[in-house]
């Protein structure tokens, strides 16, 4: 300890490149709060000329950003790339195309700089992996606190689109409900940088600071329907639980450092690897908090309770990255801290995961019956896609964790998907979400109905939807170890899934609308959000095998403290 | 899926089979981008796509070379997700062939002779997507893919059933979804085990080729016994055999008629020729090991469907009992195991979607016309409706197995298989075809003889485009019946090749051969579908041919 303040120890390598991923989200935020506080109000005529320009430059960020991300001689890139007249060409169009894009999508200016900044995120990203992650391997951020390997950057990416397509989601939501303004993307996109962070981490200490960093911004997002009592509530129950939860994790944290004598992840799997501990009833206790922490998260049963009550309370957007963005981090968090660090105690917390699994697949899948809102159905279905996560996380093994990677992407749309259909049926105020209000939706808009259909058909795993192969790898990973009868557990529970699911979709078709049903308006944005969603949770459905090499390509490994 | 065809191998000049499958499914697509002004178009097109289809099915049963039925022939290869060892394999052999031909026969058919009540936009893309999945489940030669199109023909029919369906569709529809969906979650863990468990077993990389998995036997005893079982339980719902077999009435009697059709007529099927393909392929010795049991619950289903079907006091549901009996001789003959019953047992696949398709056909016209299905409301129709009474009348003998139909051949010799390895099971079943007759000439009775009242009386007979209808289902009946020699010499081959398979991998196997180890020609065969002996019930028949 008293090493670290002799002034000959050499500074942290930040390794600029491999952090501009999560940079960008961070960076982007701050940027965004300075910019709506020096400009609170922006004159109509400029806010109307700033969107096609923020489009335009959104592409030059991408091309620049992603062309920095993980090069070491990111000038000569850009100089050939400038150099050459039919790139600058095409790269002209681009630009036209994007500001033209984002002016038909009628953009709010917050809404797009947001989109921007998680766009950049998303091209930065695809930069490490494919300039360094897949020549070099994972590689160490900031002093090795931080490690950028596979697993982290699809974690990334996957937080990345979330916010793309969530502040597709709220352009035309906050419009509505009277909240415009720069707050909840400020507040998304610090909550996304903290899940990179998360992904990333390689201390326990810095998971923790993520963590928290995550989980404040997305309670303030759930409170943040000022006339909605439900959206207040909502806020301070995840408040407080979430609160507990940290306290666990912390304690955990704690505990653990107790028992190997280090937060360093990679101290402590190389520990764990060398030495058999004698006494390890402080590691035990120290995983258990870290498990009941991370639990918290991720919405298992029997630490689930606050997820249907925040869901139904929460805007409808924000719950569409809750159970995205901050689901992923939460996972990854967990397959970083057990299935890698403590693989060498496999043995001990896998039972404990192996109940968990079963029990939030049994609670989420029986409790979503016998609800009558449809976003409560879909917060206790989101509860059991947790366990069927949970089923690839307790296979302990590379191809758990591919499999996990997998489910995490998939849906990660799927429910951005779902909750935006949701978002728009809804209506003013979030009132429309009962099951009675999706009654007779393939009559009064077919095209929403048949979205809301594909996004629950492929949440309830039928094929030729992405859905279906998240299940197929997860199962598969679980019958690879050996567990037989949490795969059998698993799919029987999708079973009774699926039959929430056909209430939904019977309520849309056979249902009739009432006669002084509102109309449902479409925005542009939250359009092409679904659209998009749609695309691809059918054609990772059809074509899966790149999404599964990049899965595979993306085991997490610990970046050695250099 | 357009890159998957372009990478097909180059064995074959064009890709026949995955253009079976991905026709019907661009049709469907195509449907949903078909404008909404123009409602006649819709059945156009969708017969148009399934008419190619049908014409492309065609030319393969023309080209199948049946001197290598054993084989798998058309087959149609390329990379689906590479990192599991997942392919999209497509293949026939004898076995599938007929099915293949009798789905896409089937299709065109339905959708000429049922107009869509409503939104026939949404109808015909669901049929369309229907077909694509049932010839996928048909052809498929990988275990990803077979489940993929297994589990696909469900939204589909949801649909149809929930939407275009009667009564309580909502509840028909949803019954029929989660009973398959349960059955399909074991099987999905069942091939899961079987690919990573044959990997671990010979240290070769994963992989859900079908042909691959079944030549290499890999799986311990026990393992293989547990994972057969996965399957069957997803097939016994499918097919369905008692006790798992209470989603059909309701789905039939709620579902619209084409519904009724494609389900009786091909979706049945998917767990027969599951249980066959995937289960004695597969799991030879398994299914051995599981012979007698399954023997024993197709019995149960044969007479606990017959007895249903007696007190049905609707026509619909009535015939959807007939097909829980019907269902359970394919299943006596195919666990028989021998070549009689595994020939029977396909025989029948077809000929129950021949016959059974057919009848749902005429009691949907029935209804169109009478707005009932109830016996008793119905009655006497044989005199406003001479034609439609013997259409009926011949498609109802034929169901019932009358010789010189085809229901005959298929059922006799299911029996005859049967009779030879499990004896008393088969004497039971026996009575089966007895009851078969009761119900069904009954019915016939009460709906079509007696004075017709009221609006019986005006019943209107078959027009002339519901004949042309029936036309093809005739010429199969009476082909089927007379000479059925064409249809299993394209069988027997790969038949015997199961059999052999299954000689193979099993020690003590001794197969229990009708006529004691003289295996019945095609030949004889030829002859047996001419008897003209109507009173010849089948105990007198299996005297003849355990004689013969």
Partial sequence: MIAQLDSTVARPEITWDGLLPILTLGVGALLLVLFRSLMKQLPKAAADQAVPVIGGVTVIAMWVVGGFAGTDVPLAGLRDGLGDPVFFLGLLIMVGLGGWFAQYLRLSVDAALTVMIGLTSLAATWGVWTDRYEIDGAFGLVGDQLGADGFSLVITGVIASAIVLVALLLDDYLEREGMAGADMYVLMLFSGAGGAVMASANDLIVLFLALETLSIAVYVMAAMHMRRSESQEAGLKYFVLGAFSSAFLLYGIALTYGAVGSTNLIVI?????????????????????LLVGLGFKVAAAPFHAWTPDVYQGAPTPVVAFMASAVKAAGFAALVRVFVTTFAD???????????????????????????????????????????FILVGVQAASNEGVSSVLFYAVAYTFLVIGSFGVLSIVSGEGDRGTSLDHLDGLSTRRPALALALTVFLLAQAGVPLTSGFVAKFAVIGAAVEARSYWLAI??????????????????????GQAEDDAPTIRVPRAAGLAIIVALVITVGFGLVPGELDDITRDAIPVLIAAG | MSSLLAASSADVPFPILSALVVTPFLGALLMLVLPNGRPEYFKQVAFLVSGAVAGMTAWVMVEFDKHTADEFQFVDSAEWIAGLGISWTLGLDGISLWLVVLTAALFPLTILAIEAEHTPKAYYAWLLLLEAGVMGVFLALDLFAFFVFFEIVLVPMYFLIGQWGHGARAYAATKFFVYTMFGSAFMLVGILATAFLTAAETGNAVSFDLVYLAEEQALATTTARWIFLSFAVAFAVKVPLFPVHTWLPDAHTNAPTAGSVILAGVMLKLGTYGLLRFGIYLFPEASVYFAPALVALGTIGIIYGAIAATMQKDLKRLVAYSSVAHLGFIVIGTFALNTEGLSGGLLQMVNHGI????????????????????????????????????????????????????????????????????????????????????????????????????????????TWSEGAIMVPFLAAIFVMGLYPAPVLERMEPAVDALIEHIEGNVEDFDEADADQGEDLDVDDLKDLGKKKDSKATDESALVEGGAG
Avoid: C
Avoid at chain 1, 277 to 282: A, F, M, S, W
Avoid at chain 1, 361 to 380: P, T
Avoid at chain 2, 444 to 459: K, L, T
């Fill in chain 1, 489 to 510: 557990a698993a799919m029987v529970t999708a079973v009774v899934s699926a039959f929430l699911y056909l209430r939904i979709i019977l309520s849309m078709y056979l």
């Fill in chain 1, 269 to 289: 799997a190389d520990f764990l690897e060398q030495n058999r501990l004698v006494e390890d009833g402080l590691l035990m206790a120290g995983m258990a908090m």
């Fill in chain 2, 355 to 462: 016959s059974t398709g057919a009848l749902f056909l005429l009691v949907g016209w029935i209804y169109d016309r009478r707005h009932t299905r109830l016996i008793a409301e119905l009655g006497g129709l044989q005199k406003p409706a001479p034609v439609f009474a013997a259409v009926f009348m011949v498609v109802m003998l034929s169901s019932v197995g009358l010789p010189g139909l085809n229901g005959f051949v298929g059922e006799f010799l299911a029996l005859l298989g049967a009779f030879a390895a499990h004896r008393w099971w088969a004497i039971v079943a026996a009575t089966g075809v007895v009851i078969a007759a009761l119900y069904l000439l009954w019915a016939y009775q009460r709906v079509f003889h007696g004075p017709a009242e009221g609006d019986n009386a005006e019943m209107k007979d078959l």
């Fill in chain 1, 345 to 387: 105690h496999a043995d001990d917390w896998q039972p404990a995961v192996y109940a968990l699994a079963i029990l939030t697949l049994v609670v989420g899948s029986f409790m979503a019956i016998v609800q009558r809102d449809a976003k409560r159905m879909l917060a206790y279905s989101s509860i059991s896609h947790a366990g």
